[in-house]
């Protein structure tokens, strides 16, 4: 028996939210006894990474038909993955890709499923796991009864701890049907370069506080220095003052780092439902009454003209 993690990488590297679901399925292989097995498709530079965080075993699937993204074909492949580690518990990052991957795999393995899980599973009674609902203004306590369960994990939900193992790389080609690749890409339009929004550990962003696009310099210069990701409220990318991809909120990119700045954005609740499960919100708008004050966990009132780049300086100075 063995847990089952999906290594999903990015840019040739296996994601740091992947890594950190092979750590939270150290905790399921620990209590059953049994040991952890990764899969990874094509051929990641820090493909070592997974024994270091605790991954016996590593399926490698070469077949560069899956670079397009085919949610069928990545299912299919995963629940092959399972049955041939005997597998009753697969393990995902939650993502794009796996949003998508999910309900099929459970549906192939008559599995049980659980999204965007936060907290390590309770074995006290059986197996619970605690996930966030509601874009984050709740959670919830679920047991999963069936034998197979299907679990995502929320970026930045487990903390990084080393648990060395073996790391052994097996070739694996599954089985998959002819509709597996059905879905037919015709082009990808993806954001290289930069820190993503779904992948970064700090963000900051700014919103109409900012006046506009010329005073911009003020979010990306923080940034570079904080090695953030930047963002945007939804006004902001309505006005085209930033792209669209830097949308925050609820209608955009939901985000989860573990701090996440604020500079001139009022706080409307489309835009704390994308960033309420963030660890630290610092917020800075010389409205004292703005709502986004409500959520922060530090706020400073104050003009974003006069305070940022005191603030800049600083962390200049710190970092």
Known sequence: ???????????????????????????IASHEQSQIVGVV???????????????????????SRFSAMDAQAFAEALAGAARHAGSNTVVLAKSALADSVMAKLASMLDATAATNVVAQPDFSNGFSVKRSI???????????????????????????VENPAAGTIEEFTPSLSAKAFAIKSLA??????EVLLSDAEIV???????????????VTDMAKILGAATGCSKPV???????HHEHVGQTGIKVSPNLYVAIGISGAIQHVAGISSSKVIVAINKDADAPIFKVATYGIVGDAFDVVPKLTDALKSAI
């Not at 498709?41 to 077949?63: H, K, W």
């Open 237 to 243: 990318s309505d006005l085209h003052w930033r792209p």
């Open 188 to 193: 990808t339009d993806k954001t290289t370069g």
């Open 204 to 218: 900051v962003s700014g919103g109409r506080g900012l006046k506009g696009p010329e005073n911009w310099g003020m």
């Open 134 to 160: 509601f874009t984050g203004k709740a959670f919830e306590n679920v047991k999963l009864t069936a034998s197979h369960k299907v679990i995502s994990v929320k970026k930045n939900a487990v903390a990084m």
């Open 1 to 27: 028996m063995s847990v089952l993690v999906f290594l999903e990488s990015s840019e040739g590297q296996i994601k740091k939210s992947a890594l950190e679901a092979l750590v939270f399925a150290g905790h």
């Open 41 to 63: 498709f094509g051929q990641p530079s820090n493909l070592t990474e997974a024994g270091t965080y605790g991954a016996a075993r590593i399926l490698n699937i070469t077949d």
